[in-house]
């Protein structure tokens, strides 16, 4: 009885110098790692890697509440500041461009597809630009005074073609062909709408939410929508650019290669905070250059569009 108490006793001995010695190690690698994380914070709070520590909303950035038929809605839109906020009161109006030329995009919203055409003038006949699918879109560069046509794609091998709806270029960039919309006549409208299949109406009924959108957004901007509606929110920073000259500055890991990798390179698939090393090191860091950071500064040379300087 003695000899087996004994064991007994050996035994939860060495069972709580486990369980000890196991909470002890647990506790402290809990330790360490709360302390890599208060030296991790300590260090990002010393050594700050850009001018702007957190996310400011930009000034130009207002709120744009409209109702198109869906009910109040809300979009952040860009609102352009004048010359003077620019050039902090240096300039009061900006110059014309002697170059007048600029893009135009062209929305299709039948379910036939069509061709586009720019007409050259003097009864010549039109020079085919490009296809734009059933509901969809197409773009170019153009000029004020240019001429453009759409017509069917069923007219490619007839000398005579029948425009569609033809486009004078002034100072507009989005044009649109919706052969059921009928002025001040909503019944009729809806009469021709009523031969679209339901997969089609729904295509068309997203263009005519774009177009609507495009109208409340040039009110409130007094800039056309080129984009398309709704769409998500920039997922990449976009730096500032309240006036010329304006500098922001970056310090980086990733530092400039001195030569090209021999092995194949791989698509980053992330983006933003995701691509951040923290600790890790840096990727390919023998043909990188033997400096520890990078560090950029960012002069604005332009603020609508924004351009940057980088050195």
């Known amino acids: 009885r003695h000899k087996a108490s004994a064991g007994k006793k050996r035994q939860c001995d060495y069972v709580k110098d486990f369980y000890c010695q196991t909470t ?3 506790l402290f690698l809990i330790f360490i790692l709360i302390s890599q994380l208060l030296v991790s914070k300590t260090l990002a709070e010393s050594y700050p890697t850009s001018s702007v520590e957190k996310d400011e909303p930009d000034p ?20 352009r500041p004048d010359m003077q906020s620019f050039s902090r009161g240096e300039h009061k109006d900006a110059k014309e461009p002697k170059m007048k030329g600029h893009a135009v995009k062209f929305i299709n919203m039948s379910p036939d597809t069509l061709r586009l055409y720019w007409m050259p003038g003097d ?7 490009a296809i734009i699918n059933p509901f969809g879109a197409t773009g170019t560069a153009s000029f004020p005074g240019h001429v453009f046509m759409l017509a069917s794609i069923d007219d490619d091998h007839n000398d005579k073609k029948t425009p569609l709806i033809q486009y004078y270029i002034k100072d507009r ?11 001040n006549n909503p019944e009729l409208t809806q009469k021709r709408l009523a031969n ?3 997969i089609d109406y729904e295509k068309y009924e997203k263009l005519r939410r774009n177009r609507a959108f495009g109208e409340k957004y040039e009110e409130f901007t007094g800039l056309e929508y080129i984009s398309r509606f709704p769409r998500a929110q920039p997922r990449h920073k976009m730096w500032r650019a309240d006036y010329f000259g304006q500098e922001h500055w970056v310090t980086s890991k990733e530092t400039h290669f001195k030569k090209i990798p021999k ?18 090191p840096r990727f390919l860091p023998e043909y990188r250059t033997g400096d520890e950071y990078l560090n950029m500064t960012l002069k604005v040379l332009s603020c609508a569009p924004r351009a940057f300087e980088i050195e």
């Open 24 to 26: 002890m190690m647990s």
């Open 60 to 79: 130009a950035l207002k709120e744009l509440s409209f109702d198109i038929g869906y009910g109040t809605e809300y979009f952040t839109a860009y609102v």
């Open 123 to 129: 009864d010549k006949e039109g020079m085919p630009m």
């Open 173 to 183: 960039i989005v044009f649109y062909y919706d052969p059921f919309d009928v002025p």
């Open 196 to 198: 679209l299949s339901f």
């Open 263 to 280: 092995r194949a390179l791989k698509k980053l698939d992330m983006y933003g905070k995701h691509r951040e090393l923290g600790d890790e």
